[in-house]
C-alpha cells in the first residue's frame, strides 16, 4: 500500500513538474535547473544533470545535488556513456561505473558516482543531449527510477524546442539592449555634436558633445526646434527647405554633408560641418546629425588664402588678387561707365639704395614706401604691388585724366620727406591711363606701363608723371 501511494505521489509530482514545463516562459538556465532538481528529489539520487552535445564534447549544462559543482565539465562523447546515450537515442543504464567499458571511470571518480542511467533529450526529433541521474552507491536505480527518468525526460525533451527558442528570444534581446546602449554611450561620449530629430525638427537626442558646442543642455534641447537652438535667423527657412527636401526624397537612408553656419545659445557664429543621415525607421524618417566646430581651420583657410593673395612685405595685395580686382572693376565700369583710372609706379633709384644699403634697408624703403601712398588713397581705391619696386593704384570713379594727375601729384609730394632714420629720399615715376576705350584687364594693366616707361625716362633724382598717348 505504501509503495503504490510513493508510486502515486511520484507521479503526481512528475504531471505537475511536466504542466510547469510545458506553460512557463522560463530562461532556459531555470528550466533546466527546474528538472534536474526535482528528478534527484523524485530518485532519491546524488544528483541529476543535463548535458547537451557541442561537437565532440557533452557538457554539463545544469547540475543538481552534489553533482551541482561540477556544471561546465566536458567530457568525449566517445567515451561516455552520455555519448553512446545519444548515439543510440537510447535510454541506457550502468549498475557499476568500476566495471562498465561504456563510461568514463576517471570522470566517475572524479564525481564520485557509482551507477547512473540517462535517457537521451530531442529537439525536433534529433538527440541534443541527455538527463542523467546518477548515485554513490552501485545498483543505486530500481525501474521506478528508470520510469520516471523516462517521463522526466520526454517532458523535458517535449518543451526543450519551445525554452531554447525562448532563450534565443532572450539572448538576442539581451543582445539588443547591449547594442542600443553600446550605441547609445558611443554617441553620447562621442567628439562630434550628435543630434537627432523628427521630421519636423524637434530634438530626440542631443549628446555632451551637442551642450558643450552649442551651450545648451540636454533637458533644455530635447523636445524643441532644431532651428531655434543653432540656425542663424536669416537662414531658418532654408535649413526648414533642406528637411522637406529630404522628407520629400523617401528613401530608406542618405547622407548629406556641408559646411553651415550656426549659432551657440548666446548668438556667436559658429562654423561647422555637418553630415546629415536621414534614416527610415518603422516607416518614419528620422534625422541624424554629426556636426564638429570647424570654425580654426575656417580661419586658417581665410589665413592661407590671404597670405596666397597678400604680399609677404608690404601685406598689400599681390599681383594675382590685384588681377582680380581689375577684372571685377573693368566689368563694373562697362556696366556702371562710372570711370577707372590705373597708375602705375616704380621706384626710382631703387637699385642703387639696395646696392648701397643692403636688402634689410631696400626692404624697409618699399614698405615705406607702400605706407605713403596707401595714406593717398580712398576707402575705395586699391593698391597692389606688382613685384620688386613695381607698384600700382586703381582708383574707381575717376573720369579725367587731370583727377587721376592730381593723384599722383598727391603721391608723388608724399615722398619729398626722407626714410624715417635716414637720408634715403624716395621718388617714383608714375604712368596712367584713364579706362577710355574697351580693353581687357591685361592690355589695360600693360598700358599703364608704358606710361610709367615714359615717366621714368623724364626722371632724374624727382618724381615724374606721364598718360598713356595711344
Known sequence: MKKNTRQLDRLERIIETQSLLAQADLDLAV?????????QELTEAKGAVVELVDDDYMVYRSASGAIAQHVGLRLLRANSLSGLCVSSAQILQCDDAETDPRVDANACKKVGVRSMICTPLFERGLPVGVLKVMSEQAHGFDEEDIQTLELMGAALGAALGKQVAFDDMLRVQAQLRASEERIRTILEHANDAVISMDIAGFVTQWNRSS??????????????????LIVPPAFRSSFTNILTHLDNIKKTATTARREFLAIDRNGKELSVEISLNVNNIAGQLEFTAFLHDI????????????????????????????MEVLHQSIVRQLRQNNGLALL????????????????ETGDQVLKEFARRV????????????????????????????????????KIAATLDVPVPGSTIMMSTSIGIRIYDTVTNAEQFLREADIAMYKAKQAASSRSSIAAFAE
Open 374 to 409: 596707401s595714406g593717398c588713397l580712398r576707402e575705395t581705391d586699391t593698391m597692389a604691388r606688382l613685384g620688386g619696386d613695381e607698384f600700382v593704384v586703381l582708383a574707381e570713379g575717376i573720369r579725367i585724366l587731370e583727377h587721376a594727375q592730381t593723384l599722383a601729384q
Open 211 to 228: 551642450e558643450c558646442l552649442f551651450g545648451w543642455t540636454n533637458s533644455e534641447a530635447m523636445g524643441r526646434n532644431i532651428a531655434d
Open 31 to 39: 528550466f533546466m535547473q527546474l528538472v534536474v532538481d526535482t528528478l
Open 295 to 322: 570654425s580654426e581651420r575656417k580661419k586658417w583657410e581665410e589665413a592661407l588664402s590671404e597670405m596666397a593673395l597678400s604680399d609677404g612685405l608690404t601685406g598689400l595685395p599681390n599681383r594675382r588678387r590685384f
Open 344 to 359: 602705375f609706379m616704380d621706384l626710382n633709384g631703387f637699385k642703387k639704395i639696395n646696392d648701397t644699403n643692403g636688402h
